[in-house]
């Protein structure tokens, strides 16, 4: 069964940093794109960033570049999303997607308040 599965989130005081991660099974994880997206509250889903499937390229969308960062470790299954100087407008429900599968996991909510 593919699935993918996002751990992480949490409740965060702005200029502060979680660790996201989303763990595959079920396929060759390490053929396949991953992307991030999130979900702010009210809002509709939007692109985060993208890691190719050897991890050796990454892009980011223009309101965390620089401030975010996307990993893989393919021997695991696992990507990461790295989030640095969290700002209250980055709350949202963070989901990895396997566009190769069109597969969502269950998304992570992220709190970022004081």
């Known amino acids: 069964q593919v699935q993918l599965v996002e751990s992480g989130g949490g409740l965060v005081q702005p200029g502060g940093s979680l660790r996201l991660s989303c763990a595959a099974s079920g396929f060759a994880f390490s053929r396949y794109i991953i992307e991030w997206y999130r979900q702010p509250p009210g809002k509709e889903r939007e692109l985060v960033g993208v890691v190719t499937s050897a991890g050796g390229s990454t892009n980011y969308a223009d309101s965390v570049k620089g401030r975010f960062t996307i990993s893989r470790d393919n021997a695991k299954s696992t990507v990461y999303l790295q989030m640095n100087s969290l700002k209250p407008e980055d709350t949202a429900v963070y989901y990895c997607?396997?566009?190769?599968?069109?597969?969502w996991g269950q998304g992570t909510q992220v709190s970022v308040s004081s």
């Open positions: 997607y396997a566009a190769g599968l069109q597969t």
